[in-house]
């Protein structure tokens, strides 16, 4: 069994920043990629972004230049470090992982808030 633990989620105003973090923990071999997605209110689940484990990433068009996504492969963890937020950048954000164990398992997060006021 593995758990995605996240964290940093909260109430920012525009122009701010957040950190996010996502700890995987429990029977995992490996990790391939690990990814952000969010979730706004009446809205699909979208990518914000990905980094696969030698580090390679992609963003959404809507983050570029705004988010940045990074990992710990040693602790097993992955951030989103959020500035120059905007209100459309509330939404609630999940952490994602494709963990090797076995077989590959793609493992979601508990999901954290992000609310950006304007």
């Known amino acids: 069994q593995v758990q995605l633990v996240e964290s940093g989620g909260g109430l920012v105003q525009a122009g701010g920043s957040l950190r996010l973090s996502c700890a995987a923990s429990g029977s995992i071999f490996s990790i391939n990629a690990m990814g952000w997605y969010r979730q706004a209110p009446g809205k699909q689940r979208e990518l914000v972004a990905a980094i696969t484990s030698g580090g390679s990433t992609n963003y959404a068009d809507s983050v570029k230049g705004r988010f940045t996504i990074s990992r710990d492969n040693a602790k097993n963890t992955v951030y989103l470090q959020m500035n120059s937020l905007k209100p459309e950048d509330t939404a609630v954000y999940y952490c994602?992982?494709?963990?090797?164990?076995?077989?590959?398992?793609?493992?979601w997060g508990q999901g954290t808030q992000v609310t950006v006021s304007s």
């Open positions: 994602n992982a494709e963990v090797v164990a076995g077989t590959v398992y793609d493992y």
